[in-house]
């Protein structure tokens, strides 16, 4: 079973990515509070994690920044509506893997998280 973490202040964003990602093999965990998402990663560990860029009390590049020293091995993602070269390339060296501009292709999505 793959823990996939899911972390953006949007409901809708997060429903989003649930209904996308959805699978008898992966169990998805979502949160709308990046604090809150750290706190629960003890419990269940991830091995990929797709957190938005920009989010009250912490932003996507410091929840990478932590995710990376906390699961070193998880992959990342960074999901963003203001994406560009220089936010791309900031996540990259926070250790992100990808960078999803919203609105997001579904499609997409799911063959990236598929690999």
Not at 23 to 40: G, I, M, N, T, V
Not at 73 to 100: C, Y
């Amino acid at each position: 079973m793959k823990h996939i973490v899911l972390v953006d202040d949007e409901p809708a964003v997060l429903e989003l990515l649930e209904l996308a990602l959805a699978s008898p093999d992966r169990c998805l965990h979502a949160y709308s509070d990046p604090l809150r998402a750290l706190e629960s990663l003890s419990e269940h560990g991830a091995d990929l994690i797709l957190t938005d860029l920009d989010m009250p009390g912490m932003t996507g590049i410091e929840f990478l920044k932590v995710c990376r020293v906390r699961m070193p091995n998880a992959k990342m993602a960074i999901l963003t509506g203001r994406g560009g070269v220089k936010e791309a390339v900031t996540a990259m060296k926070a250790g992100a893997v990808d960078f999803f501009t919203k609105p997001l292709s579904c499609d997409e999505l799911r063959q990236n998280v598929g690999r």
